[in-house]
């Protein structure tokens, strides 16, 4: 492996045989040699990914309490416990490339990492937890079952995991919504009226378009990603206007129609200016996200250092124990 | 303030007759909350019947550039593989 100090040359080789790798279709793992930019280039996105699973367990939390049923309580409970499951995988593959944890948290405390904007949206009815698991998640598994071949081995298995568990949380939110379109006219609305204001934030969680996008290139020749955003998106609209219809709810976009041409859905253009907003921190929900986050953290920083000092002391305990047994 | 927990491997056996096999990572204080916390983290869908955890330090790997000459040599050793050998048809099942 190349070390400080080592020469030009020995870096163009190892370069060459990266190149190789990817090109092969072979997976780089974490001990592998990889150019700096690469390494850099994931620590950023799998810890923007890992941020986003912990930080989007705030709005989904937020209705555990007031679950309609037993039933509801438990599916919803069981998912937000996976994304914090899921934010521990990723976690994990960032730190194979040589970052510790406490530095990852610590970039998205001081604001330095973002997560996903979709987040800074306020969940404000029941309806919103069958709208979030429908769209969002489902927003989300098209972009991770492409990464599931991402190049990063670690982070293409956590990839893995991941969407297994993903495909409940997407089916438990539709099936919120299948109930609320068969209830009461009120509840009829209520459906309608979440999926109004979840359908535009969720195509933006593909990210700006294609020609926006700054990372996208870099990451696709070193196949990080294998679709570019507007892919992506184009795909999620495809497979979710006719699960919209069969709930009978009208997607609100008044450009929306099948264009026979392409073999894909037309939809109008998106507010991007609103998405750039919410990125620099001016969401609806950014902030309180932020202080809830903080929050967790520091009061639970006194529960940390209690358990290691608890270890550190049952260690000395054991010590002494086995001395004494060698002083009889 | 730093405070790290230590890291920890987890291994996992799927079921009685298999290995166990490495899912990944996680942190903490001590090996009994590091098998609490791979419980909840690794194994939430019956993934397995048992755990390992083995803290990451204590684990020794090869280098990747090493790689050649620790593997490479095998691969011209085809006499190791039972094709290497010609039999006659009427001996079957050898």
């Known amino acids: ?328 | 303030m730093k405070n790290n927990w230590p890291i920890w491997e987890v291994f996992i056996r799927s079921k009685n007759g298999l290995s166990h096999k490495h899912v990944g990572s996680l942190h903490a204080a001590d090996a009994e909350m590091a098998i609490e916390n791979a419980r909840d983290v690794y194994t939430r869908r019956t993934e397995g019947v048992s755990l390992w955890v083995v803290e990451s330090k204590n684990i020794t790997a090869s280098a990747p550039t090493d790689a050649d000459a620790l593997f490479e040599p095998a691969a011209n050793k085809i006499y190791r593989h039972p094709t290497f050998y010609n039999l006659p048809d009427e001996v079957k099942h050898m």
């Open chain 1, 1 to 328: 492996m190349p070390v400080e100090g080592s020469n030009k040359t020995d870096n163009q080789d190892f370069m060459k045989i990266f190149d190789a790798r990817i090109e092969r279709d072979e997976k780089v793992e974490p001990k592998d040699w990889m150019p700096d930019a690469y390494r850099k280039t994931l620590i950023r996105q799998i810890s923007q990914h890992a941020h986003s699973e912990v930080i989007g367990m705030q709005p989904e939390g937020n209705w555990i309490l007031r679950a309609p049923s037993l039933r509801r309580k438990v599916a919803l409970l069981a998912k937000v416990q996976d994304e914090a499951g899921h934010g521990l995988y990723l976690y994990s593959a960032a730190e194979t490339l040589g970052i510790e944890r406490d530095e990852l948290y610590q970039q998205l405390l001081d604001g330095k990492a973002k997560y996903s904007s979709i987040f800074n949206y306020p969940t404000l009815t029941w309806a919103d937890m069958g709208a979030v698991g429908w769209l969002v998640d489902g927003a989300a598994i098209m972009n991770q079952v492409m990464l599931t071949r991402t190049s990063y081995g670690p982070y293409a298995r956590a990839m893995v995991r991941i969407c297994k568990e993903e495909s409940f949380h997407q089916r438990q939110g539709y099936e919120i919504l299948l109930h609320l379109v068969k209830g009461s006219e009120a509840q009829k609305d209520m459906a309608q009226d979440a999926l109004n204001r979840w359908w535009w934030p969720s195509l933006m969680m593909f990210g700006p378009t294609d020609s926006e996008s700054t990372h996208s290139e870099q990451s696709m020749a070193w196949k990080i990603k294998r679709k570019s955003n507007d892919e992506l998106r184009q795909a999620f609209v495809d497979a979710t206007v006719p699960q919209a219809e069969v709930l009978g709810l009208t997607i609100p976009d008044p450009d929306l129609k099948w264009n026979e041409e392409r073999g894909h859905y037309d939809f109008g253009p998106i507010d991007w200016d609103e998405f750039w907003q919410v990125v620099k921190g001016d969401g609806p929900c950014n902030r309180e996200r932020m202080a809830h986050y903080t929050k967790a953290y520091e009061e639970g920083a006194w529960v940390r250092e209690a358990a290691m000092a608890y270890a550190e002391k049952k260690q000395k305990r054991r010590e002494a124990a086995k001395s004494d047994l060698q002083v009889a």
